[in-house]
């Protein structure tokens, strides 16, 4: 079973940049389509970019041209570099495998962002 490590939270001015990292251990998430998501005080967590086994990239609207999602398969690592971010993006962050509507793995503890103005 793999386990995820998220880091690279912290507090950040609006405008400001964060870069966030995802960690696997117990097995390789090359073949994974991978994952960020995020869970804000009080609402449901959500998928806000995802890459493909093959690099593919998309992102959801509220982070597109801001959030961008890659990978290092040698690492064995999921990256997030956040730009531009917003009050709004304030939330844990998490990583996972997309596995159809669903994730493939247990959750991590996830990585904390606050924006402030």
């Known amino acids: 079973q793999v386990q995820l490590v998220e880091s690279g939270g912290g507090l950040v001015q609006a405008g400001g940049s964060l870069r966030l990292s995802c960690a696997g251990s117990?097995?390789?998430?090359?073949?994974?389509?991978m994952g960020w998501y995020r869970q804000a005080p009080g609402r449901e967590r959500y998928l806000v970019a995802r890459?493909?086994?093959?690099?593919?990239?998309d992102n959801d609207g509220s982070v597109t041209g801001r959030f961008t999602i890659s990978r290092d398969n040698a690492k064995n690592a999921v990256y997030l570099q956040m730009n531009k971010l917003e009050i709004e993006d304030t939330a844990v962050y998490y990583c996972?495998?997309?596995?159809?509507?669903?994730?493939?793995?247990?959750w991590g503890q996830g990585t904390q962002v606050t924006v402030s103005s």
């Open positions: 890459i493909t086994s093959s690099g593919s990239t």
């Open positions: 117990g097995s390789t998430l090359r073949f994974d389509d």
């Open positions: 996972n495998a997309i596995q159809g509507w669903d994730t493939k793995y247990s």
